[in-house]
């Protein structure tokens, strides 16, 4: 079994903090959970550092190295974490990260005798503001959702939505760093080229059809060298933790340019991700059996391992949700377009990460891994207007008086993830929000 | 008129050095060149720091700021340049790779006062060994050359080869920036997924199927911030130079891998690039004219300017060679493959450069741009095996006993690029020469 997949005292149910709002039910930051961001104080104008989540504090990594509280293989990762990028951390592997999360997840336990010392530790989670995790080295894309697939496909191609290298291949595409922002990101509405609907000659100006898509993120750990591919049965040891993450998406312009290289200037005006990134660790309890539907082929061998069926799927909730420039207005709250789980993809966290590097391709500490629009199998599971709307079709009623196809200007997007499960305390992802301005002047 | 159009005194073809080897008729590094790297000794483990390349020898720009010889811009470019990534030269834009070359010129010139204290500061390039120039955050390969697309769309496609968005969009994606290799990269073999010919299962192994692409590179100097376009007048401000670039392929991987979202694993197991960089002051004495065939239509209004039309092309001569294993054994010379120029590109930098940034997309110093395979109109001036084998059906002749469809083990391709035009002084790119290694065992 994979390390991953077992369980240990960080998991412990019964577990409580002496950090009050961290036995809160339902809150996405419990002992169980102990997540990575780098963050600083907002008032001052200190230096990013990383951070581990616990209730609505953050244990401040450079406050905790500087204290020395921890020594050994806790302490030298709270070192590494203590950077303004948790790249050294992530390089640590697996191991890093459970022994600072196993030592943590005691000194914070309800009773512990580390309570006094780790107290002036603590900063308000309402007194951060986080960036990015890392420094992304390289971002990929995947496209591991068969329903979103199919969705997608079936607009295009009615008789034949799913291609015929779909069920075999781990479809993805490298997408663009520079872009990537932490919640919080606004953006410009992009322009570009698109071929207007009936016409033969293309315009430029302002996207019409802005989207976002509901993905999840994967931070890779210790990466390896160029020509060693990482064996499935090793997948996970390389994978730090996941996040939320907002592909957004032109739809109009990636119409037009996408033929024959992919995907271009759609995407890589702007994506959002979560600040926190959860271990494979805090996961632990919420794996599933990897199944596949009776119409699917088994993976081929070098996607497929024990440990795989027996548990490479996780059980993560997602949730996206809409709150418009009237709904701010009027007061009222953001609404639910879609919900869905992350065990309905096609492919695994281990299998996307082992296909990646099949052909040598070198993964480093800190790359992302996007999952692809993580949609279910139902219409309402579905992770983007483009899906919902049915290629903008059918207007999706939001609120009492508005619809969307696609995203209007002020439109802002909060995506959302948890686990929870029966005999366990529910963690959560906290939000990937992001808004769309309006175009700037052509 | 751009900048990078100007003619100045480092444009000189009187001027000569007294670097005597930098004066031989042919040779790359003219005092007309000086074009950037980053390198260190062979024999001593000292830290990888840029330079200048002036005939055979390198100004060591580590050694050049110790000294303290340049002053005001040209010194704090030298200093920015001394690190052992050329990030932070880059990022002073145009001005002060213009200004340290300015003073080079000068200090370099037969004559110059200034040859006692420059000469310490000489490396042979004998007893240099090279690393990447830049730190690479993000790596986007074009496809502008539209005899390329129109070869290898024919391939796909027999009525119908050139897709209808190619003479509109300068056609791109995201490539991946941690298996880029300077000249000298070595790679195995990559295995993967393809669909062998009449099949419906694909099968995992080595490709059979491995081909290079005589490709150019552009380095990205001052970045933008995201959300705010680069016009076209402004695009060759934010150009460092260029480089050569051979983007490996496996094209039976890719065949399988690359509907609907393009190239991945077909392509990031290794890209290969020379490991100087030659500023576009250097390039200026041979622009030429952007002109497009009758049946092309011009280009939208925000890809095209008076500078651009003036001389936005550059007539940059590029060579793919290669070495077999039975040559190095029977010591034969490698063998010219193809020969075209960039001249014939469909897009021109600026437009390349333009276009990435339409919607909003930030470009950071020393991202790297390819500008796809740079075949010619001429099918002896295609870019890739594949093209001179119309798609593996025609091997190629190579030396007396050989012949090739695709590459096999231990095959080397050398490209090689220089410019050179009556009453200039030529001056070369050097190489990218890269090797593949047999597959590792699966």
Not at 159 to 187: A, C, E, K, T
Not at 214 to 234: A, Y
Not at 292 to 311: F, H, I
Request: some cysteine.
């Amino acid at each position: 079994m994979s390390v991953a997949l077992e369980l240990n005292s960080t998991h412990d149910p019964q577990r409580r903090s002496w950090v009050v709002s961290a036995n809160t039910v339902g809150g996405d930051f419990p002992i169980q959970n102990l997540p990575f961001a780098v963050f600083r104080r907002r008032a001052r104008p200190d230096t990013f550092r990383g951070g581990v989540a616990i209730g609505d504090q953050i244990v401040d990594l450079a406050a905790l190295t500087q204290a020395a509280i921890f020594s050994g293989e806790a302490g030298a990762a709270a070192r590494a974490g203590a950077q303004s990028t948790l790249n050294a951390l992530m390089q640590l592997g697996p191991s890093g990260a459970h022994a600072l999360r196993q030592a943590l997840s005691d000194a914070l336990s309800e009773g512990s005798a580390m309570q006094s010392v780790l107290q002036p530790c603590l900063v308000p989670q309402l007194d951060a503001e986080y960036t990015l995790p890392a420094r992304i080295g390289d971002y990929t894309d995947f496209f591991a959702s068969i329903h979103h697939a199919t969705a997608v496909g079936r607009l295009f191609r009615p008789d034949n939505p799913l291609l015929p290298n779909y069920q075999w291949v781990p479809i993805g595409y490298h997408g663009r760093s520079s872009s990537i922002g932490v919640s919080g990101q606004q953006f410009h509405r992009p322009r570009g080229q698109r071929l207007p609907p009936g016409q033969t000659l293309p315009v430029v100006g302002p996207s019409a059809r802005v989207d976002y898509e509901l993905e999840l993120g994967i931070f890779v750990s210790t990466g390896n060298d160029l020509g060693d591919p990482i064996p499935i049965h090793e997948a996970e040891q390389h994978i730090f933790g996941m996040c939320i993450l907002n592909d957004w998406s032109a739809r109009d312009l990636q119409a037009w340019e996408y033929q024959p290289l992919g995907p271009f200037l759609a995407k890589n005006f702007a994506t959002t991700i979560s600040p926190w990134i959860i271990t494979l660790e805090a996961l632990a309890p919420f794996r599933v059996p990897f199944t596949r539907r009776a119409e699917d082929p088994e993976p081929l061998d070098y996607l497929s391992s024990p440990a795989n069926r027996a548990g490479g799927a996780i059980d993560i909730r997602i949730e996206a949700w809409l709150q418009t420039a009237l709904m701010r207005e009027r007061g009222a709250d953001a609404q639910r377009l879609s919900y869905s789980s992350f065990r309905h993809s096609y492919w695994t966290v281990a299998q996307l990460l082992t296909h990646h590097t099949v052909n040598g391709c070198n993964l480093q500490p800190g790359d992302l891994l996007g999952t692809g629009t993580q949609s279910g199998p139902m219409p309402a599971e579905a992770g983007s207007l483009l899906e919902l709307s049915v290629g903008g079709a059918h207007p999706v009623q939001v609120g009492a008086e508005e619809n969307r196809t696609f995203l209007q200007d002020g439109d802002r997007v909060i995506l959302k993830a948890w686990c929870e499960r029966p005999g366990t305390v529910r963690i959560g992802f906290g939000e990937a929000a992001g808004q769309m301005l309006p175009a700037r002047a052509g």
